[in-house]
């Protein structure tokens, strides 16, 4: 099992022609990914890695019903793109770009939210549910199958836990990164309910950073309602307050969004939080050894 | 990109939103000008620094002899690091009550979010959670009449005042959309005999939204290293140690500089040089770093998008062509890392594949200097 998205989940590439689209969709289609169409107006007719380009949105999902899609469109054309794909009938949303203006994010959300579709990001490595299907730009070689849902802000510090897992000989269900922008569209506790009723989830990494209150938000939903143990790695300890730390929403203004409030709600809600990205694989065992 | 007030009042006039009559001065000259036009004045420090009301950069003047020497001691004073080009001088209002009124972007709601409140004037975050009202708007359907009539139910506001908010919340709902504003914040929107006037305006444009925007000018309070970093697309923050540090990846970079301090070590600055697989862009951050004369160089690649021989061959170019005489520790894994680990050796410099060994070596390295 898995959550969001498994190997039945036929997937479009928009934006397939294009440098980092036919990259991607080969390296998904090497991980095992359905993908059943691309998308680039006027490049209709081509084909990507055997894959069929169309014009738009409706025409490749006429031809073949697709269930996700995934974006790989410059920021000033993204929401343009996104809303077709809603449009279409899209039910699962990967934003990849970096950069779409925040306005725009917010106009794509509001149609989401009426379309009942999932937007991950924007500026995210997408989603993978290991040996099943990836939608996004992760190395293939650190998603192997196991017991524990990951859910990350960040991307490269993802990756990194993610291996130190798997050299641990410990593999994952679903991998989902929310996306390091201020408004994305999905947050940490919609991932950890998912994992909650998952059955083969039987431990989650949530990776945090600071800024905003998605860390004190999902302590909150741990505390309330989740049974499965959490483990949680927490950066930007050293950040100092009022610097942006690359990521938009990872700034600390007017007090809020610390790295000491996190770890003290997330305490409090019971998840361990470990204070090195080395030490997640021994807290993951402690939990999920022998049950 | 914050906006200076005076900027951010030409908007809200251009939004029909009231603000005091006013003249932007470059001189203590021309401030006293402007208060024989305008009779009693406030006379402004435009820096972009907050609190600028309790440093001294806020005064006000009966006279233009009076604003002439209230704005040159502006002109001469330091604000955070900065001084101000400009300084406004205003036509004192003649306050009866400060509010707070502001539009910014409510992240959990993904949606933009309305705040009022009764008690203005002061530090937003000094207004207690329920003297505030809170209203997220949905962009499709946008800020209507009926909203602002339950924000004034809820401040307990009826008859002109409510009246005064009908009219002013959408002008600054659409300001805030049209203009790709992060914030734009009144405080405090005053009110007064002639009705509600924006008394400080704070507007923050979207960054990503800027190329919408080219009438806007350019605002870079910054310094020279933030303002080169910013030219080049790398996302560059000083900080005060002596460990110069690089990585791939925001989240990873701020974990870099956290397990930099664990060993006992300080970062000179947070540098997330993104992804791709250019050799340029490595090449402009290392020389960006290596402008900061740090004693150690810290760099941790986990290459997904990012490519390890990029940037083996990005360090190898730069320290033959620039002279790399201080020490490296270097952090090399994923995608191509063999090839990359190779140019390394080439150059003769030793990689570590795990980030923990790199960093305690980097902390090592400093303690040797």
Same mark, same amino acid.
């Given at each position: ?40 107006p ?108 990951v ?24 991998v ?15 991932v ?81 939080v ?18 | ?46 820096v ?12 006000f003047?009966?006279s233009?002899?009076? #604003?002439? !020497? *209230?704005a ?6 330091e604000?955070? =690091?900065?001084? %101000?080009?400009?300084v406004? /001088? ?7 009550q ?10 959990t ?65 659409k ?5 790709? #504003?992060? !914030? *734009? ?9 002639? =009705?509600?006037? %924006?008394?400080?305006?704070? /507007? ?20 020279a ?6 030219e ?21 970079t ?30 402009q ?11 150690? !160089? ?13 940037? %083996? ?38 990689s ?18």
């Open positions: 099992m898995s959550i969001y998205i498994n190997d039945k989940t036929r997937v479009l590439v928009q934006g397939m022609t294009g440098n980092q689209g036919s990259f991607h969709t080969g390296q998904m289609l090497a991980y095992g990914t359905r993908i059943v169409g691309g998308v680039s006027g490049k209709g007719g081509q084909s990507v890695e055997g894959v069929p380009v169309y014009n738009t949105v409706f025409e490749a999902v006429e031809k073949e019903p697709a269930d996700a899609s995934i974006l790989f469109i410059p920021a000033p054309f993204a929401k343009d793109a996104a809303l077709e794909a809603l449009a279409a009938g899209i039910k699962i949303l990967v934003l990849i770009p970096e950069h779409i203006p925040l306005q725009d994010a917010m106009d794509i959300m509001a149609q989401a939210r009426q379309n009942n579709a999932v937007v991950v990001g924007p500026n995210t490595f997408g989603l993978v549910s290991s040996g099943a299907s990836k939608i996004g730009i992760m190395p293939n070689q650190y998603f192997i199958p196991g017991p524990v849902g859910v990350s802000r960040s991307g490269t510090l993802c990756y990194e836990i993610v291996g130190h897992l798997t050299e641990n000989g410990v593999g994952t269900t679903t989902v990164g929310l996306g390091g922008d201020r408004v994305v569209g999905l947050h940490f506790i919609d950890l309910e998912e994992f909650e009723k998952d059955s083969d989830t039987r431990a989650v990494v949530l990776v945090g950073e600071i800024g905003g209150s998605a860390e004190e938000e999902a302590a909150a939903f741990i505390k309330s309602s989740m049974s499965k143990p959490v483990i949680a790695y927490l950066a930007g300890k050293s950040a100092p307050p009022g610097k942006r730390m690359g990521h938009a929403g990872a700034i600390i203004e007017r007090g809020r969004g610390t790295f000491e409030s996190k770890v003290e709600a997330l305490t409090e809600a019971g998840v361990k470990a204070d090195l990205p080395t030490k997640v694989p021994a807290l993951v065992k402690e939990v999920t050894d022998g049950k | 990109m914050k906006l200076y007030e005076y900027l951010g009042k030409d908007l809200f006039d251009r939004y029909d939103i009231p603000v005091p009559e006013g003249r932007v001065v470059e001189n203590p000259e021309q401030a006293a000008e402007a208060a024989s036009e305008l009779g009693e004045v406030v006379v402004k420090s435009q972009l620094t907050g609190k600028r009301g309790k440093a001294g950069g806020i005064s003047a009966s233009p002899e009076e #604003a002439r !020497l *209230a040159e001691k502006i002109f001469n004073m604000l955070g =690091g900065f001084t %101000a080009d400009k406004l /001088v205003e036509k004192k209002v003649q306050i009866e400060e509010l707070y009124l502001a539009l910014t972007v409510d992240g709601a993904q949606r933009p979010v309305v705040l009022v409140s009764l008690d203005g004037g002061m530090d937003v975050e000094d207004v207690p959670e329920d003297r505030m009202i809170r209203w997220p708007v949905d962009v499709t359907v946008g800020l209507q009449p009926f909203m602002v009539r339950e924000i004034c139910r809820k401040l307990g506001v009826e008859g002109n005042l409510q009246k005064e908010f009908i009219k002013l919340l959408p002008r600054l709902y300001l805030f959309r049209e203009m790709d #504003a992060e !914030l *734009a914040e009144i405080n405090p929107l005053a009110l007064t005999s002639q =009705g509600l006037i %924006a008394a400080d305006a704070k /507007v923050t444009i979207d960054d990503d939204a800027l190329y919408r925007h080219p009438q806007l000018p350019r605002i870079k309070e910054k310094t290293l933030e303002l080169k970093a910013e080049l697309d790398l996302a560059y923050v000083e900080l005060e140690g002596d460990i110069a540090v690089m990585a791939n990846g925001a989240g990873i701020m974990a870099t500089l956290d397990m930099v301090q664990h060993y006992g070590g300080a970062p000179a600055n947070f540098l997330d040089f993104g992804g791709g697989a250019d050799v340029e862009k490595p090449s951050a290392l020389e960006l770093l290596l402008g900061t004369n740090p004693r150690v !160089l810290l760099i941790n690649i986990f290459g997904g998008i990012t490519r390890c021989d990029v940037v %083996a061959e990005a360090f190898a170019r730069v320290r033959e062509s620039k002279g790399i005489d201080l020490p490296v520790s270097f952090r090399l894994v994923g995608t191509n890392e063999s090839e990359g680990r190779t140019i390394l050796e080439k150059a003769g410099i030793k570590f594949t795990s980030m923990d060994e790199a960093v305690s070596h980097a902390v090592k390295l400093l303690d040797a200097s």
